[in-house]
T-cell receptor, first 115, second 117 residues
Framework: DAGITQSPRHKVTETGTPVTLRCHQT?????MYWYRQDPGHGLRLIHY???????DKGEVSDGYSVSRSKTEDFLLTLESATSSQTSVYFC??????????????FGPGTRLTVL | AQSVAQPEDQVNVAEGNPLTVKCTYS??????LFWYVQYPNRGLQFLLK??????LVKGSYGFEAEFNKSQTSFHLKKPSALVSDSALYFC???????????????FGKGTKLSVIP
């Protein structure tokens, strides 16, 4: 999985509790992404980062925040988890070249269950 | 807005037969197109991409894909399917321009490929 780790790999939590997922890369890639995968929806982008402290919203950003204080780490926070945020979360990275057509490499995923 | 359609939720093919997984897309301007594969309980793995040039793109594990601009399609193909090819396949698209939101890759909903021994 291309030098990308995600932690935790599995988590069960209760509605209303805060949750932070961590993505760590050893590839020194500039871009990092958080996706969620749900049956019938494929992968949907939550937030992405194009550098340290540079982030932007994706398609389904409501209820999520992110932070990137170092090149290698990208954190996804659910401030108050809801059952609709039960999903599998994937982190991805990509390198930066002119035209930005580089493929993304994905981590192993975190399965989050909100009860 | 950009979008991807994978019209088949599931494709079944006999081992040794050719396989095709279909993908059509919609973007403003020229597309960058990608195929990924996902095995159970794993992350997505990159298979191949089309950026420009030859419409037939060759990728990992014997897969190839044909870009057809007039039909806005990017179908994934393999001449002879293996049981180990059974997995979930995703097509993805990004517009080939540099601007706000251009980093966003839009994925299809996925097609489950089952190769029957």
């Amino acid at each position: 999985d291309a030098g990308i780790t995600q932690s935790p790999r599995h988590k069960v939590t209760e509605t209303g509790t805060p949750v932070t997922l961590r993505c760590h890369q050893t590839e020194n890639h500039r871009y990092m992404y958080w996706y969620r995968q749900d049956p019938g929806h494929g992968l949907r982008l939550i937030h992405y980062s194009y550098g340290v402290k540079d982030t932007d919203k994706g398609e389904v950003s409501d209820g999520y925040s992110v932070s990137r204080s170092k090149t290698e780490d990208f954190l996804l926070t659910l401030e108050s988890a809801t059952s609709s945020q039960t999903s599998v979360y994937f982190c991805a990275i990509s390198e930066s070249l002119q035209g930005n057509y580089n493929e993304q490499f994905f981590g192993p995923g975190t399965r989050l269950t909100v009860l | 807005a950009q979008s991807v359609a994978q019209p088949e939720d599931q494709v079944n093919v006999a081992e040794g037969n050719p396989l095709t997984v279909k993908c059509t897309y919609s973007v403003s301007g020229n597309p960058y197109l990608f195929w990924y594969v996902q095995y159970p309980n794993r992350g997505l793995q990159f298979l191949l991409k089309y950026i420009t040039g030859d419409n037939l793109v060759k990728g990992s594990y014997g897969f190839e894909a044909e870009f057809n601009k007039s039909q806005t399609s990017f179908h994934l193909k393999k001449p002879s399917a293996l049981v180990s090819d059974s997995a979930l396949y995703f097509c993805a698209v990004r517009a080939a321009y540099s601007g706000a939101g251009s980093y966003q890759l839009t994925f299809g909903k996925g097609t489950k490929l089952s190769v029957i021994p």
